[in-house]
């Protein structure tokens, strides 16, 4: 077993006992789970921007910000007439 594979089953040890071991890898329960779970943290919301636009980002933002805990953001806004572009939503191809 080469130094790093060894270096990786200690750190797999270590994230199956509790331990983060990759920054932004909280609640995996393994190495690998904690290293997806950093990645889909650092580029989630990139990735949806490039996904929808720039437009369709801001727009989806606008309508989060109106969610409460006994509403979605979209039935709040309905019933403050705010109007919500989800035209602006659609993947970009």
């Known amino acids: 077993m080469s130094s790093e594979q060894k270096q990786r089953a200690e750190l797999d040890q270590r ?36 996904q929808i636009g720039t437009e369709g980002y801001q727009e989806m933002g606008r309508k989060g910000g109106m969610s409460s805990l006994d509403q979605s953001g979209g039935e709040r806004a309905a019933e403050e007439g705010i109007d919500i572009d989800e035209s602006k939503f659609r993947t970009r191809g």
């Open 15 to 50: 994230a199956k006992q509790g331990e983060t071991v990759v920054p932004g890898g909280t609640g995996g329960k393994s190495l690998e789970a904690q290293e997806h779970l950093a990645e889909g943290r650092s580029r989630g919301g990139q990735t949806r921007k490039e």
